[in-house]
């Protein structure tokens, strides 16, 4: 009976149509209210489709880098975690793309910026930012998918062989020249190590970048030398969060039991952990610019956490994404109830994407009143639809529980 | 300790077979069960049901002391010595957090430790006379305490969970 239970997951997964009916609804409902939204109102629709692009690609991001780390680190504990991680690379190839259209946004996020600051000089040009983020995203893709590439050819292509599969669409790609299970598997083994070190090298650079980019520059005074490693922290404890979401949701609702409550409650260790970082980071910040006192730094912080309508917001990104999973996740019982996780997971997300809606839309907005209506809610949900959809393509190709290779399960 | 007999130990390969010895010996209703084993695992704990560890109490006692005494030091000296820096108030807060914080884990760290030493009669002067090197190498090891005359009933028993070796304690 065990064996039943294990086998679910061993092979690609049945993702129910209305799922992805649902998703491709949401899809829709997000492509209309932002193309209404860009004749309604441009300004509000380039600003929270810049929120989303970097809330949900970091999100994808952050649990591949996670998978590199669990990678580089020759960690056991969980391979169906470290599976769902990597599938979040799905998502990755569509980010890419849905950053170029922030091209036709860049002299709403920048023209004011040069207007009112004109000593910023070519290095925050628009189109020199709109180049070096093209680049980065992409490389950062390429790694990533390649790096889940290597994972998986061992697989696909030993289940390809002995006939356990049938040839789906991406096989031929991840099979090609397949030359046995044993190369391979070293193959696949060498191919991580290098990638997984790729992955990890460019990270913090690429992610750096995008928050100095696409973020501090809004601004046209503030600057902040610890803004980019503030903000690839907060992705990767993102990526930490929306991963326990996806482990929590497979094992629930799509009955994968390889995944158990020991690997919440290790995941729970890890969020925890990276919640304390997190904080360090915040307060890091803040406590250099209110020692500073420079009015060139201090106004971003009074703007955020002492201004209406965004001081609110502020606050309760610090409660959600800080405050109420440290309580939480200090109990060891907690960490392994899956409904608790994926509470706390989605608390932890919904804080982040707050929180990148209030580094972001102040800059911005410089109207009466909170701009946040149907046309945010629709875009994110269209987002949201986009990062279902390509993660239920992953689970619908792929083997959650990894059946063969260097980290199928021991046990 | 004065006991009348150490008991017996039995020495097991696997961890599996291990746990199967405690289930069945805490089945037969002995309860001082003592394991020898050269890695930690949960697994272990669980079969023996030991209550939680006090040491969280020592933890969470000197974190709150040591996040009291950090706030104490930093509120008194200030305003033992007000001096004006940066054109900042006397009592400002955010640098104090970080005083706290440090005080509060070093605290939080060396009670951890105490009570951990403390809890585990640690640092151990005598050896325990059921101790084996193999339980330091390759091997789990099981103390049962009992009297003489259970020792054919549990001798039994931990041969028949799989060990690979039974001997009286201490010998």
Known sequence: ?411 | MPEPSAGLVGSFRHLDSLLEAIERLQQAGHRNLRTLSPVPHHAIDEALEKPASPVRYFTLIGCLLGGITGLVLTIATSLHYPLITGGKPILSIPPFLIIVFELTILFGGLLTLGGMLLNARLPRVHILPAYDPRFSEDRFGLWVRCEAKDFDAVGQLLRSAGAEEVHRAGE
Not at chain 1, 180 to 198: I, K, N, S, T
């Open chain 1, 1 to 411: 009976m065990q064996d039943a239970s294990e086998k679910r997951g061993a092979t690609p997964l049945p993702i129910p149509p209305r799922l992805i009916w649902a998703a491709l609804g949401l899809l829709a409902v997000g492509g209309a209210a932002f193309l209404v939204g860009l004749l309604v109102d441009a300004a509000r629709a380039w600003q929270i489709y810049l929120v989303n692009f970097l809330f949900w690609g970091g999100l994808a991001q952050g649990g591949v880098v996670f998978a590199a780390v669990y990678h580089v680190v020759g960690a056991r504990w969980g391979p169906p975690i470290r599976r769902l991680a990597e599938g979040m690379a799905a998502f990755l190839p569509v980010s890419f793309v849905l950053f170029f259209p922030l091209y036709f946004g860049l002299d709403l996020f920048f023209g004011r910026v040069h207007e009112l600051n004109p000593q910023r000089g070519g290095w925050f040009d628009p189109r020199f930012i709109f180049v070096r983020g093209g680049l980065g995203l992409g490389s950062m893709t390429v790694l990533s998918v390649l790096f889940a590439y290597y994972s998986l050819r061992p697989e696909v292509g030993l289940a390809l062989e002995r006939g356990l599969r049938p040839r789906r669409w991406l096989d031929g790609w991840l099979a090609e020249d397949w030359q046995g299970d044993l190369v391979e598997r070293q193959r696949g083994q060498r191919g991580m190590d290098v990638l997984a070190a790729g992955v990890l090298l460019a990270y913090p650079i690429t992610y750096s970048f995008m928050a100095f980019d696409l973020i501090m520059a809004l601004d046209p005074f503030w600057y902040s030398s610890l803004f980019g490693g503030y903000f690839f922290l907060s992705t990767f404890y993102l990526g930490l969060a929306g991963l326990a979401v996806a482990a929590v949701l497979t094992r629930q609702c799509l009955g994968v039991q390889a995944i158990t409550p020991g690997h919440f409650a290790d995941l729970g260790k890890l969020l925890l952990g990276f919640n304390l970082t997190y904080v360090a980071m915040v307060w890091s910040q803040y406590v250099v610019i209110w020692y500073g006192n420079l009015p060139e730094e201090t106004h971003f912080v009074v703007l955020r956490l002492w201004e209406r309508p965004w001081a609110p917001l502020s606050w309760s990104v610090l409660v959600a994404t800080v405050l109420i999973p440290f309580l939480v996740f200090l109990s060891q019982r907690a960490k392994q109830v899956p409904w608790i996780m994926l509470a706390l997971g989605v608390l932890i997300a919904a804080g982040l994407w707050l929180e990148r809606y209030v580094l972001v839309v102040p800059s911005l907005w410089h109207q009466e009143g909170l701009p946040f209506g149907w046309l945010e809610a629709g875009v994110t949900a269209g987002f949201l639809g986009a990062g279902a959809l390509s993660y239920a393509f992953f689970l619908q190709n792929f083997a959650v529980v990894p059946s063969s290779g260097p980290h199928s399960p021991r046990s």
